[in-house]
């Protein structure tokens, strides 16, 4: 029961990251530097909310690149990763079916596009922005004496990486919250979402393994 409140969690707050920060992109747009800070924000905010609601049930990854980087670690079980992955994706596909209700497809959905057309360079820009967000991540979880501000240093990292990737990818660095909008947006969104489900798990692994052998050292 404990591991199906868990996955309840992960959808849950899978759920109001795509409907709450993907629709902010969807509804404010990126064009402005209003609308652009308001969706790094929004993101950031989601996370935020997320960490202190059901951060204590699930820890609150809402993300397979967290997950996959604690599965490496060794703090998340291959089960439960599993879990937390079709979890993730179910609520990433359910909060865009909602958004889409109300938004339309037109809106874009907050999906997620290549930097200039170019699959390379977007693989790239999303394994960097995907290892430094999961490396704040591993770090701020890593001592007990964080848990009470390790939220708000997770929803900033996130809102971090959004204000720099935006412009390049839209910024994914999460493989549910690209596939949820891309699913009902179709085309290249659709046809280009591997990329955003790809490049975030190396990034996700990269992190876990760069920080496991930084904190190995520190303990020497």
């Given amino acids: 029961m404990s591991s199906i409140k868990k996955y309840v969690a ?7 990251l795509v409907f709450f920060a993907c629709g902010t992109a ?3 747009g990126c064009d402005t530097p209003a609308g652009y800070l308001a969706t790094a924000i929004a993101f950031g905010l ?16 809402i993300n397979p690149a967290v997950s996959i980087a604690m599965l490496v670690s060794g703090k998340l079980s291959f089960k439960d990763f599993i879990g ?43 394994v960097i922005l995907t290892f430094v967000f999961v490396l704040a991540i591993l770090g701020v979880t890593s001592k007990i004496e964080n848990s009470s501000v390790a939220g708000i240093v997770i929803g900033l990292s996130l809102t971090l990486v959004h204000l720099l ?18 699913l009902f947006v179709g085309g290249e969104a659709l046809s280009t979402v591997w990329v955003f489900i790809v490049a975030p798990l190396v990034g ?17």
Avoid: W
Avoid at 85 to 105: D, I, P, R
Avoid at 204 to 215: P, R, S, T
């Fill in 10 to 16: 992960e959808f849950i707050g899978t759920f109001v």
């Fill in 26 to 28: 969807a509804m404010v």
């Fill in 46 to 61: 989601v996370i935020v909310a997320m960490a202190y609601s059901i951060g204590n049930v699930s820890g609150c990854h």
């Fill in 84 to 126: 937390y992955v079709l979890a993730q994706f179910a609520g990433a596909t359910a909060g865009a079916a909602a958004l889409m209700a109300f938004a339309g497809k037109d809106s874009g959905l907050g999906t997620n596009a290549l930097f200039e057309g170019k699959i390379v360079a977007s693989l790239v820009i999303e």
């Fill in 165 to 182: 990737g935006i412009s390049f990818t839209g910024t994914s660095v999460n493989p549910a919250r690209s596939f949820g909008p891309a």
């Fill in 204 to 220: 996700g692994v990269l992190a876990a393994l760069v920080y496991k052998f930084l904190d190995s050292k520190k303990a020497e």
